[in-house]
């Protein structure tokens, strides 16, 4: 298979992830380096990287959108493809944000104004009713049609307020249970070890070492 008109994949591209998010593609490579220690990360693109266009995600689940975003990214490369879709659901507000996660705020990707309007939804919400999960449905498709999609959540309560640095997204008000720190205030080390995003990707390791390895 070769890739379509106007992408690019530099020679010893061996897996793409479909993603245009730099702190996406450096956390996964993260995760995925100890299971595949001999991939040279040079190997390992996102899709800005091959040009790649976007597919429309008009998927209702999570796991549905993961695989349209790597189905579309398999066959417009030619190798294998790796996607994640991923967002926040809340208890008070019936699995919201979900699916529209990002654009929760009406513009896609403004981290800013998706979390200022999320903690004025829940600004009368008590402590004891914060609870929410950060969820990641991970696909693998090769392009021989194989598939496999993994899903991973992190359990945890909700910050009144954005505290720390690290991370994106919502991480500054997920609180994980067993910890007092917001996920933004976790090493990358400690986020990734217990992550819904690392917990996808790393159930799905085996299927993309068989994948890598053939």
Avoid at 28 to 39: E, H, M, N, S, Y
Avoid at 180 to 192: F, I, M, S, V, Y
């Amino acid at each position: 298979m070769t890739p379509v008109d106007g992408v690019v994949v530099p020679a010893g591209t061996r897996l793409v992830l479909a993603t245009h998010n730099a702190h996406k593609v450096g956390e996964l490579r993260a995760i995925l380096a100890p299971a595949l220690p001999d991939l040279d990360p040079a190997a390992v693109l996102g899709a800005r990287d091959v040009h790649a266009p976007e597919p429309v995600e008009d998927g209702l689940t999570f796991q549905e959108n993961a695989l349209i975003k790597a189905r579309a990214l398999a066959a417009a490369t030619g190798v294998a493809a790796v996607a994640d879709d991923s967002g926040l659901s809340v208890d008070v507000l019936g699995g919201a944000p979900g699916i529209f996660s990002a654009r929760w705020a009406g513009r896609h990707g403004d981290d800013a104004a998706n979390l200022a309007l999320l903690l004025a939804q829940l600004a009368d919400i008590a402590p004891a009713h914060r609870g929410a999960r950060f969820v990641c449905a991970a696909a693998l498709v090769t392009p021989d049609g194989t598939e496999h999609v993994e899903v991973g959540t992190l359990e945890g309560t909700l910050a009144t307020a954005p505290r720390g640095t690290h991370g994106f997204g919502y991480d500054p008000v997920l609180v994980p249970h067993g910890d007092t720190r917001t996920c933004a205030e976790l090493t990358p080390q400690e986020k990734n070890a217990i992550s819904h995003r690392g917990q996808a990707f790393r159930a799905l390791v085996p299927h993309l070492v068989a994948a890598l390895r053939t």
